[in-house]
């Protein structure tokens, strides 16, 4: 627990990258569990927070990447992917190799963030539809990436499924309206 609040109240570390890829991952957990409470507070009946922070969002996708990276890369050395995870080749690169596709899912979790909070500064539809775009930028750069094979083909399905839940989001909304206007 101490080393985990040490990365997490540490500044950026330019000078190891190693370490720097450490701290990035607590902070990614930290937000990850800060967002897991606020979603049981809310399942318990308490009030739904009426501003969230893009943070919360991007910590999901950001540990849902850094997962699918680590445990590839572990199946490719031959390792467990709790081996893997003191592997500085493989931790150096979760954070510093997907930095386009983790730039793009900050954005997608601030455009969200816009349309849901009060008072929202975009409508749902636009807020959806530009996500969506940002889902479509991530798997052309996976596509066009020089990541090995195997890294690459399991990233690209975890960026499918996150355009699928995002297309799914637009048909939730587009049935709501529909009902509603009905």
């Known amino acids: 627990m101490q080393i985990f609040w040490q990365r997490l109240s540490a500044p950026a570390n330019t ?18 569990i800060l967002t897991d409470a606020v979603d049981a507070e809310t399942l318990a009946g308490a009030d739904p927070p009426s501003k969230r922070s893009p943070w919360h ?33 493989a931790q150096r690169g979760s954070f510093s190799v997907l930095n386009p596709l983790l730039r793009q899912e900050l954005v997608d979790a601030t455009i ?31 596509q066009g990436s020089d990541l090995p094979g195997p890294v690459k083909a399991r ?17 939730d909304l587009a049935l709501q309206q529909h009902n509603s206007s009905s």
């Open 112 to 142: 969200a963030c816009q349309a849901y909070n009060k008072p929202s500064l975009i409508t749902l539809e636009k807020a959806l539809d530009l996500v969506q775009a940002g889902k479509r930028r991530t798997i052309e750069w996976l």
């Open 155 to 171: 990233l690209l399905a975890q960026a499918h499924l996150n355009f699928a839940r995002g297309a799914l989001g637009q048909s």
């Open 15 to 32: 000078d190891d990258a190693f370490e720097e890829n450490e701290r990035l991952k607590t902070v990614a957990a930290a937000y990850d």
């Open 57 to 89: 969002l991007f910590a999901r996708f950001c540990v849902r990447y850094h997962d699918a990276y680590c445990d590839v890369v572990a199946k490719l050395s031959g390792r467990t992917t709790a081996q893997a995870a003191f592997d500085e080749a």
